[in-house]
């Protein structure tokens, strides 16, 4: 049977996503009775899974939900926002029980019981115990010797598929059977219509049965026949009817304390799954794209026989082979993209969790949000959708906390009572970007500075950009909440946040306007395996540079120069200093270029940081595979992983993020974005403080 | 070898019904609602069909209705999967013309049961 | 690669004399050394490495092989030999090196590759202490084979040392 657990727990979980999702959609005073059922469906579908796989806690708890909603969906139950509430209380135990079962861990018996209660308490006084119509008054009565029984099945019995004959077989394995059929409402041949039944029977079944099994072989056409079973009476003493007491067949099972299964803690996420659902149109592509690379295959095999077996160079021969592998790239390209389709899934499945959570923290905030979504289709990998839901969380989170204000303060700004919280999410380049925008309070800009000043993250008189403020929210250790809401701030900081984000391959920053809102803006990459890349040359060797990290590439020009206490150089790069990282020194190639003017300079950000790297060569812009270096090596700080180019060789990928932080312990200080110059004795570089 | 139609909308139920069944040497076509099934019935015949009542598209008592209008299933033995509780589904079922019922849930060897007890 | 490496590339994965280890054998200067030819995955001739910045001297860089990223050991260095200039019969060894969590893949260059010995269990004497030639972690034992000396190395140990040691922290 377990083979069959993993697809009820994915559709259990499905099943759940959607209750919670009608049920946050409901209208209340005026809902769709199709919402109703489908909530009814999923959670009647639940149960029977459940019930069927052994999962009995929680079989037990949605048939009480169930009962509930087959009142509302049926017309003797109101719909009110309390049910609603009740309910989605509910989804959340099921998934509790749900992840108990599947991973293991102990069952929240107390609060499973708890709302357990509410649902009871809504369906009154019966509430457990309701629809008990199971109940059989069964007769344990036992005919020593046999039973007459007389079966006269009504004129329509035989269109429900119920074969008279099947009736006697069964019978006839309950005991010693003989039968006398009654023909006398056969009506003249030529007036008799097969379909109807009009043969009735007296059997006579004699040894040491049971009623029951008997009643049990005509259970379903009770109501389309005449059944009289009689005991065969030998004895003198008739065996009084003894009616007994309705054993109620509980519709529940009796309350089984679910025991531990595991001492592994319960995983409170759904966590990753090992197998994905893929449209068969996607399937159905790749195969096409593949018959396609197996015709240029053939193509290609032709024209290269072709070739080896003529003696001298043959023009048209040779075009033939160019042509066949232009069609093998443009192939190969096609079968890549279509492939790597397959691991995508459009975002809404990240989106979906935040309708609930924006109705649970408006309410327990006490603040009053509207939640708009855009762009829900759009897709991006499934692993790093999966990573992605827990900084999101945490972002929402914290512009329900700390970015949209209670109604009365955002009356008292001018501002509409209810806040609007949105998302939306697009493909840019070779990535998908999300931005999550509020329209609340913004970044308090001087609150923040004043913290990190207070931190020393920023010198007493440093001053910094208005976007470099607003980023420094990143850093750790600089929560600016008040009183540390139970909400957000919770040791899950915006640094991890930003941690996570970038162990992605991906970015987030934030842009703010005080009063107005605050727009926090994700950029991934759309696939783990795959980068866009520029290739440069360091020394000999080939470097690739990720193309989302790269602002863009300049020539040095010596002006621009200036150094910090003879140690680092500066750039000045329009109205920003950023630091100079050479390539070859942070790698340790020998170099004997100490000259800059003139030399190429790729301007970088990472994690916030901006740099230039000088390098000696630009080459092409392509799309690389990352292969990993770990796996037969290990780790290399300031990168990220390796490729393989064209011609076989290998290229080190450049991780900018590390290389920054290599630059920075080679001791030098931290390479903000200062606006004042440095502390040096270039005249020239003398500007006003901001 | 008998065959059979299995209709629910639960991916795990079908699996369990169709691994059980098949064990025992059916054959078992899958529907996920009433529509598919009815569409399945009309291209090929079953000799049995065993359908959940709450699909979404079209629920098993419909489908039981529509399965009856055909002229190739007027006799075909039809169980419907029902809980224990709903006497009431049950009776909606035999008036749409279903031979009997499967109370759920039930395990693999009821289900073997029922299935002999009506295809012999 | 020469003539004699694909021969041996050949031996390589057929079936194995059970009663006696298999070593497949190279030169490193003027010594022999043996490794556990269960372990050789392919001999390929020395071509051009991509080198890791901030590694050590002896971890000449990674090369591709059949699409997989892997890391050349330069074994003179290793063991502190000095250098020679690589020509047409060095040779990488491809190894498949036991480490704790997992299994890599990792090649050695050597000098060149001179063949493929049985020696049975009893044939392999303990080794002496060679002072600081070699390592004696490394050495799992001598070996005499038509009379000349084998040092048999535990690759594992070797490959494997604190230098190899895996700093997991991908992604946090």
Redesign the interface.
Known sequence: MEQFHQTFFEESFEGLDIMENELLNLDVGNADNESINTIFRSAHSIKGGSGTFGFTAIAEFTHVAETLLDEMRDGTRQITQEAVDILLKSVDVMRDMLNVYKDGGEMNEDTNAAVQKELENLLGAEGASASNEGNQASEQQTASDGWHISFHPHVEMLRTGNDPVRMMYALAELGEIEVVADISDLPAFVDLNPEDSHLSWKITLTGDINKDDIVEVFDWVEDECDLEIEPIVNKSEKIPDAEDTATSNSSIPAATKEPAEKKSPAKKTGGETASIRVGIDKVDEIINLVGELVITQAMLGQAGGDMSTDKEYNETRMEKLLEGLAQLERNTREIQESVMRIRMLPISFVFSRVPRLVHDLSGKLNKKVDLVTLGEGTELDKTVMEKIGDPMVHLVRNALDHGIETPEQRIAAGKPETGTLTLNAYHKGGNIVIELSDDGAGINKERVLNKARANGLVGANEELSDDAINDLIFHPGLSTAEALSDVSGRGVGMDVVRKNIKSLGGSVRVKSTEGEGAIFIIQLPLTLAILDGQLVKVGSETFVVPLVSIIESIQVKSDNLSGIAGKADLYKLRNEYIPVIRADHIFNMPNDDSQLENRLMVVVEGDGHKAGIIVDDLLAQQQVVIKSLETNYQRVDGISGATILGDGTVALILDIAGMIEIYKEKGVPDPTTPVTPPEGNNSDMAEEAA | MASILAVD?????R??VT?TLKGAGYDVTEAKDGVEALQIAKSNSYNLVIT?V???NMDGITLTKEL?ALPAY?????LT?T?????DKK?AG?QA?????IV?????DQLLATVK??L? | MTKAASELNSIIGSELDSDADQYLTFILGSEEYGVDILRVQEIKGWDSVTPIPNTPEYIKGVINLRGTIVPIVDLRQRFNMPEIEYGPITVVIVLKIECADRDRIMGIVVDGVSDVYDVPPEEMKAAPDFGNVVDTEFVRGLATVDEKMIIILDIDHLMSGNEMKETDNISA
């Open positions: 909308d639960s991916a795990s139920m699996q369990m691994f959940d709450n699909m979404p009856r007027k006799f075909t033995p039809i999967l809980t224990e509780s709903s006497t009776m035999k013309g279903a031979t009997g019922w759920k849930p039930f395990n693999p007890k009506v012999g």
